[in-house]
């Protein structure tokens, strides 16, 4: 299995289209956007399925997406807040706080059976945190990048995510470090096990992105 970039066929289709285009190297909010709008799809397709096998499927794609996604953020974004938006420090100290209890949570859902009673409760409460967290980054934090560094900047933001996501751990691992060079590092060494263990996991039957191939 490889994690090449590589686009499907036939997309799944999303009930939220905003951003629904793939990031490419457009500007990094409407990047980001893409990313929170994918979340909110998994999460849809797991509350509205009556069925465990669909459920852990997406759970499963869930967990990769959104794992990824913030040490993504954490390891290209963050970064680029504290260069260029007045408080940036500040506001990156507070993301990464966030994030280390959203992936706090996203450690227990990970590990939950779909037919175990906590899988769903679990699941919203990850989702009332997130859901906050991606109107602060949408509405404030990343709006006001976006309006600060030139159109060729956040372009160049968004190669850079796209291509770090393609190294990054697919499962949430809280005590790792959360800032570069160590969280660099040690996702470097995390990510190939949690690779490995993919291989062997359900994913939905029509891929999205580079989502692993399904069982």
């Given amino acids: 299995m490889t994690r090449a970039e590589s686009k499907p066929a036939t997309p799944i289709p999303t009930k939220n289209t905003e951003a629904a285009a793939p990031s490419g190297d457009g500007c990094i909010l409407a990047a980001i956007k893409h990313e929170h709008r994918?979340?909110?799809?998994?999460?849809?397709?797991?509350?509205?399925?009556?069925?465990?096998?669909?459920q852990t499927r997406y759970q499963n794609q869930f967990t990769w997406e959104l794992?990824?996604?913030?040490?993504?953020?954490?390891?290209?974004?963050?970064?680029?807040?504290?260069?260029?938006?007045?408080?940036?420090?500040?506001?990156?100290?507070e993301g990464r706080a966030e994030h280390q209890d959203i992936k706090e949570q996203l450690k227990m859902f990970q590990g939950l059976r779909s037919t175990d009673p906590r899988f769903i409760p679990t699941l919203r409460a990850l989702m009332g945190d997130l859901e906050n967290h991606i109107r602060k980054e949408e509405d404030q934090d990343f709006a006001r990048l976006e309006a600060t560094i030139s159109k060729e900047d956040s372009e160049a933001?968004?190669?850079?995510?796209?291509?770090?996501?393609m190294f990054l751990p697919s499962r949430s691992h809280p005590l790792a470090p959360t800032e570069p060079p160590f969280e660099t590092a040690v996702g470097l060494l995390t990510a190939p096990v949690d690779m490995v263990a993919d291989m062997f996991r359900k994913w939905p039957r029509e891929r999205k992105g580079n989502v692993p191939a399904s069982r």
């Fill in 38 to 54: 994918e979340l909110e799809a998994d999460v849809d397709e797991i509350l509205n399925s009556s069925s465990p096998d669909e």
């Fill in 67 to 93: 794992a990824r996604h913030m040490i993504g953020e954490e390891l290209i974004v963050y970064p680029a807040l504290i260069k260029y938006v007045k408080n940036g420090q500040v506001i990156a100290d």
């Fill in 157 to 165: 933001l968004t190669r850079s995510l796209n291509q770090t996501k």
